[in-house]
């Protein structure tokens, strides 16, 4: 009987269309003014960090200039940045925090 090969298409699935999203640094700003415990006070409180870490990023920033709070999505990250620079300026603080993509 004759063969038929006919139907040995290859068949190229289509990769899944899904990157990884992007993750985001969150950093805080070196300034003149700011009290250092106040700093280490917001490190422990929005980035869930032990008093040790918190001192030790304070002065990683007040040394460098800028220091990494923590790494998260963009919605996360965002959302850090904007209550961080609202609870620095309810006590008229000028410390800055900003992101920026890893
Ligand atoms: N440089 C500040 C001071 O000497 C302390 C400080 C640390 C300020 C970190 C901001 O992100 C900062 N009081």
Request: charged share 25%; with cysteine; glycine share 2%.
């Amino acid at each position: 009987p004759l063969r038929d090969d006919d139907n040995d298409v290859t068949v190229q699935e289509a990769a899944p269309k899904l990157k990884k999203p992007p993750l985001y640094k969150v950093i805080l700003l070196n300034d003149d003014f700011t009290p250092m415990d106040f700093v280490i006070n917001l490190l422990m409180q929005f980035f869930a960090m032990s008093t040790e870490k918190a001192t030790q990023v304070m002065l990683q920033i007040h040394t460098q200039g800028v220091g990494v709070c923590g790494t998260y999505s963009k919605d996360v990250a965002e959302t850090k940045v904007y209550i961080v620079n609202e609870y620095s300026r309810q006590h008229q603080h000028p410390l800055l925090c900003s992101m920026e993509e890893l």
